[in-house]
């Protein structure tokens, strides 16, 4: 549904003051060609009318890292608050920490504004993910089963536990708008066991619902055997393309908790979304595969695949957070 520009700065208005974006403040919006124009000429709206010292900056990314540009770092880390239309996570290039280490707030941004304007954050949004947290963060033992032949154990507590919220309030915090889920990662070499994908579940980069069951036999914290019909073969191919055996690898795990997100917004928004409705929609278990150096581990490698699933039940050290897909709270 279109949204008008009028809704959309108010929207873009609300969610920088969640994000304690303050008159005086200075905020680089970090952007591409391509970016969504309409996003881009609200956040400008919003920012003059708060008052804040606002700069754009477009950097060259394709042949040399941002990270080896010192003028625009440096802009970067000397700057309040950042609005990232690039997605810098993604570049695998290590400039985030960098950034973020220096207090500045960050906010990612790059669903079209229906989904924005849809899923503006809450604060109960930011607690419901905070008490998952502290869940996930004193666990030692994740497990996910389903009735469709699920059954995965990981070791978990070495790698650090990530929260989206959908928006960026506390120093050298990181969020994405929309979102509204948590994970870690395994500790390595921990998986174990068998991931079955059925018909609905969304694989990511591809942006579509697996129609026919993939079964994923799972050993020593790699994927060994990927088995099924035609997703199953094209899942195998897309992977076996990056001639990485790190690409088999499980990555980061964990589960959605928005009431607002979609498992449908796919269906409806097709290419034109990032999918944070799929990452993000309440219950959905969030299996992933590939590097760990966002979770503060060592590998890498470009074929990252984010792989949220329905009707998986969860628990930690054996005590139930989800399940067959619906949240436990408690
Ligand atoms: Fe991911």
């Known amino acids: 549904m279109a949204v008008t520009q009028s809704e959309l700065v108010r929207t873009w208005r609300h969610v920088l003051d969640m994000c304690k974006v303050h008159s005086g403040e200075t905020v680089a919006l970090l952007t591409r060609p ?3 124009a309409q996003n881009l000429a609200a956040a400008y ?3 003059e009318d708060i008052g804040c ?5 477009q950097p060259l990314i394709k042949s040399r890292p941002l990270r080896e540009n010192k003028v625009a770092m440096e ?10 239309f690039i997605g810098l996570h993604l570049l695998r290039t290590y400039e985030l920490d960098l950034i973020t280490e220096t207090g500045a707030r960050m906010l990612y941004v790059v669903e079209p504004p229906e989904a924005l304007v849809r899923l503006v954050p809450t604060v109960e949004d930011k607690l419901r993910v ?3 947290g502290e869940k996930l963060r004193g666990a030692r033992k994740l497990r996910v089963q389903s009735d469709a032949g699920t059954d995965m154990s990981v070791a978990i507590g070495d790698y650090k536990v990530l929260l989206e919220y959908g928006y960026s309030d506390e120093p050298g915090h990181w969020d994405h708008w929309p979102a509204g889920f948590l994970a870690t990662w395994p500790n390595e070499g921990s998986a174990n066991g068998v991931v079955v994908l059925e018909a609905g579940d969304i694989i990511f980069p591809f942006k579509s619902y697996v129609r026919s069951p993939i079964r994923l036999d799972i050993e020593g914290g790699y994927i060994r055997k990927i088995s099924g019909g035609f997703d199953a073969d094209l899942l195998r191919e897309f ?9 088999y690898a499980v990555s980061h795990l964990g589960w959605g908790l928005s009431s607002r997100a979609r498992w449908t917004a796919l269906a409806l928004l097709g290419q034109g979304t990032n999918g944070n409705d799929g990452r993000s929609f309440e219950g959905n278990f969030l299996f992933s595969t590939g590097p760990n150096t966002d979770g503060g581990g060592k590998r890498d490698t470009l074929c990252h695949l984010d792989i949220p699933m329905r009707n998986c039940s969860v628990s930690l050290d054996g005590v139930p957070v989800t399940e067959r897909g619906v949240v436990l709270d408690n």
């Open 34 to 36: 391509g970016a969504n």
């Open 45 to 47: 709206h919003a920012l």
């Open 53 to 57: 010292h606002v700069f754009e900056l």
């Open 75 to 84: 802009a970067l880390r000397n700057s309040n608050f950042i609005l990232d």
């Open 130 to 132: 905070q008490r998952a």
């Open 239 to 247: 992977m076996a393309q990056h001639k990485d055996p790190e690409a």
